[in-house]
């Protein structure tokens, strides 16, 4: 996901190239205004944080971008491209280490596990994603 400060910073295409580039696929995108219900639904293991109410307060602060990937390895390289949590110890080549300083700025979400992925995916695409086949392009990707 694209949090507001990425979107309003215009970063939406420079992410979505990152993993393009990289060779994942593309199984849904939108762009959401969330209730305070729906971030506090998708952060609900954080609630007793004490980060908790600003980090809130920032998802809400304009629309974000979700996005659902595909692809080998999809949870543990995605998170490795988006960098650490927190931004300056994020190495340059991730987003997080190139775009931000701070934490509570810190531009985009990834899930952490594919459990968490499985329940994000249902909370923000109840619906569903678009399931396709990449025919020439997955010989020239994947061995
Ligand atoms: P992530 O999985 O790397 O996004 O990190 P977490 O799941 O631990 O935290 C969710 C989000 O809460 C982070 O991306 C930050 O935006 C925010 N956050 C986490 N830790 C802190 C903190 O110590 N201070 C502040 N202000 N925000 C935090
Ligand atoms: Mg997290």
Not at 10 to 21: A, C, M
Request: aromatic content about 10%.
């Amino acid at each position: 996901m694209v949090k507001p400060d990425g979107v309003e910073r215009g970063l939406v295409g420079e992410i979505i190239k990152r993993f393009e580039l990289k060779g994942y696929q593309l199984l849904a995108i939108q762009l959401f205004k969330p209730t305070r219900e729906h971030l506090q639904e998708h952060y609900k293991d954080l609630k007793e944080k004490p980060f908790f109410p600003p980090l809130i307060e920032y998802m809400l602060s304009g629309p974000v971008v979700g996005m659902v990937w595909q692809g080998r390895e999809m949870v543990k390289v995605g998170r490795r491209m988006l960098g650490e949590t927190n931004p300056l110890n994020s190495n340059p080549g991730t987003i997080r280490g190139d775009f931000c300083i701070e934490t509570g700025r810190n531009l985009c979400h990834g899930s952490d596990s594919v459990e968490s992925a499985e329940r994000e995916i249902a909370l923000w695409f109840p619906s569903g994603v678009i399931q396709w086949e990449r025919t020439k392009i997955q010989k020239l990707i994947y061995e």
